[in-house]
């Protein structure tokens, strides 16, 4: 297949755009060409989404669009206008902020938010995109639901921040409940699921979860992949700051989400743990 990915130089796309060849597809990436070097054997198409610069795909067609970058109507309404009808699928991928609570039913589409997108505001506009998705490519509309994700060459404060608190060794202060629930998805299985769903031309909606854990249980995960010895100390948050991963008791069952059946065998949790602090460590690409 020839894949455009909307985005691919970022921490999801990355993944995605590095499991394509492997089952020999060809992904073409649309982007600002700020990170050129990342994937120099790519063919990459130079634009500006968010400034309305979609010169670039005014020709030329794709079996599937991954759309890995659009979080307001907008966003998604311009890439699907450039497109036309040149592209095979249109792969949006979401969040499962758009659950409402921890049932299967979607929050209220909210199609005027500006940014900074908040709690409010982000899991209400991407169903709103989902929906413009659906409306527009119909039986060729796919759409993916990650819940957070972990993995190589994500720099946000998540998993990597926990992974090098452990491999510090001795005592570890969370902030927050030991007991609270954890639940993150490596980017490669999400990559997988992704390429999974096109190569079967799979319409619909897939949410894309890991194993489940508590955060000591975290903790201790990240210690073993470490190699070191940890004492988990819970201590009160400091007031106007979030701790990576530390959620409400009210969100607490919002993080047991049901992964596809699609997504099948998953990365355990230890070797996503490895294989992040290998990569800060400068071990692995």
């Known amino acids: 297949m020839r894949v455009l990915v909307l985005g691919g130089t970022g921490f999801v796309g990355r993944a995605i755009v590095s499991r394509l060849p492997a089952g020999g597809h060809e992904p073409v990436l649309f982007n600002r060409g700020t990170h050129r070097d990342m994937f120099p ?63 299967p039913g979607l929050r209220e589409p909210i199609r005027d938010a500006e940014w900074p997108l908040t709690n409010d505001t982000y899991g209400p506009s991407k169903v709103a995109c989902e929906q413009d998705v659906t409306a527009r490519f119909g039986d060729r509309a796919t759409i993916v639901r990650p819940c957070k994700v972990a993995g190589p060459h994500d720099t946000q404060e ?28 490596d980017s490669r299985d999400l990559a997988e699921l992704v390429v999974r769903l096109l190569v079967d031309d799979k319409p619909g909606a897939y949410t894309a979860a890991g194993d489940q854990t508590t955060f000591s249980g975290l903790i201790r995960i990240c210690a073993e992949a470490a190699g070191t010895e940890v004492e ?34 998953l990365t355990p949790l230890l070797t996503t743990a490895r294989d992040v602090l290998a990569w800060d460590r400068g071990e692995s690409r």
Do not use: C, N
Not at 233 to 254: F, I, S, Y
């Open 41 to 103: 054997e790519v063919e990459q198409l130079i634009g500006d989404r968010y400034a309305g610069d979609f010169a670039a795909l005014k020709t030329g067609s794709w079996d599937a669009v991954v759309d890995v970058t659009s979080y307001l109507p907008r966003d998604v309404a311009g890439a699907m206008d450039a497109v036309g009808d040149r592209a095979g699928r249109y792969l949006f991928i979401s969040s499962h902020a758009v659950f409402d609570g921890a049932g």
């Open 158 to 185: 998540g998993l990597l921040h926990w992974v090098r608190a452990a491999a510090a060794g001795g005592r570890v202060e969370l902030p927050g409940d030991p007991d609270q629930p954890i639940q993150l998805v």
């Open 232 to 265: 988990i100390v819970p201590v009160a948050a400091e007031p106007g700051k979030h701790a990576p991963l530390v959620r409400d008791r009210e969100a607490w069952p919002t993080l047991h989400r049901t992964p596809a059946p699609e997504m099948l065998p």
